[in-house]
Nanobody, 114 residues
């Protein structure tokens, strides 16, 4: 099983982007999925999670600018971010519970700078 994240890049403050993460391999079911991020010099933190039924969990201050969604037919989770700020600069990782095992994507860099 592999998770492939994409969609990162250089964005100006106030801009938006959408990250995608697709699970591939021998998969029976994909359960909870989520996005984490790790800024330079900081620990990795949960940004937002989404359950199989579509319930979302925003543990921090992400609610309002960060929107998570999933397409189970594509085994893909998305993260739409608006009004990006320099402090959103980080490597963004996706995580998925697949057949009872947690898998991590390799991460995609998001840099917010003018």
């Amino acid at each position: 099983v592999q998770l492939q994240a994409s969609g990162g890049g250089l964005v100006q403050p106030g801009g938006s982007l959408r990250l995608s993460c697709t699970a591939s391999g021998s998969i029976f079911s994909v359960n909870g999925m989520g996005w984490y991020r790790q800024a330079p010099g900081k620990e990795r933190e949960l940004v937002v999670g989404i359950s199989t039924g579509g319930s979302t969990m925003y543990p921090g201050s992400a609610k309002g600018r960060f929107t998570i969604s999933r397409d189970d037919t594509k085994k893909t989770v998305y993260l739409h971010v608006t009004d990006l700020k320099p402090e959103d600069t980080a490597v963004y990782y996706c995580k998925a519970l697949v057949d009872g095992i947690d898998y991590w994507g390799k991460g995609t860099q998001v840099t917010v700078s003018s």
